[in-house]
């Protein structure tokens, strides 16, 4: 369930209750119990939208580790700060990962989490596609969230093509960080959201769906019967 609370501010209460005629509650109380219920709260429409997005993979991670693989540093970066705040942690990726990754890739890549595959790789899609499905092979991530933004026209569809095979593939949510005007790719991301992989309009929107993806994920284990302890058997 996502909630978008309004009148959390005293002026916001007091707004809300001339405009319902009803009592307001500190904000506080709505946020733990928001946060205790597993509800996800949105804070603007592009949340909303965005969230809606990634729940709709019908995908959740294992736990909160997650893999970035881009074709610029900036973005990795933007995404890794993002992420952090997220709750999300970016580990190290498996030695098997890497060797794999260096057989194929420009040599002046960045390997490290997250991966710079570098703008050398502009139009190389088939190739970039390669190397995520290696990333969403390492058995260190539970996630992976992608950004290339050199794809465009007739090989943006191509390249869109792989990713949902990819996602088809695997049980990892897979995220993409779109780097063109939706409306200039509206064939590509209608091959994406066929296949139920969460698209976004820039990487930091890309990250903070991830992080709430994991935390919900972990919401939902805790609240699994096994987690609640047993009732004490009477004695015979």
């Given at each position: 369930i996502l909630v978008w609370k309004?009148?959390?501010s005293g002026i916001g209460r007091a707004a809300a209750t001339s405009h319902t005629a009803s009592m307001t509650a500190d904000y506080t109380l709505y946020r733990e119990a928001?946060?205790?219920?597993?509800f996800i709260e949105v804070q603007d429409s592009d949340d909303l939208a965005d969230y809606v997005r990634a729940f709709s993979a019908r995908k959740l991670p294992r736990g909160n580790r997650i893999g970035l693989l881009t074709t610029s540093g900036g973005s990795g970066v933007l995404m890794a700060d993002c992420c952090d705040d997220a709750g999300l942690v970016l580990p190290p990726f498996q030695s098997g990962t890497l060797d794999r990754l260096r057989d194929i890739m420009p040599a002046f890549s960045t390997f490290a989490n997250p991966a710079d595959l570098t703008a050398q790789l502009s139009g190389q899609y088939a190739l970039f596609n390669q190397g995520l499905g290696i990333v969403l092979d390492d058995a260190s991530v539970d996630q992976v969230a992608i950004r290339y933004?050199?794809?465009?026209g007739g090989k943006s569809t191509q390249w869109a093509e792989g990713i949902a095979a990819l996602s088809d593939r695997s049980e990892k949510p897979l995220l993409v960080s779109w780097g063109r005007p939706p409306d200039l790719a509206a064939e590509s991301l209608q091959i994406l959201e066929k296949h139920r992989v969460p698209w976004f309009v820039t990487p930091l929107r890309t990250a903070r769906a991830a992080g709430v993806l994991s935390r919900f994920a972990d919401k939902v284990a805790s609240l699994r019967p096994a987690n609640f302890a047993r009732p004490v058997?009477?004695?015979p």
């Open positions: 309004a009148g959390n928001f946060r205790e219920g597993g933004g050199a794809v465009e058997e009477a004695a």
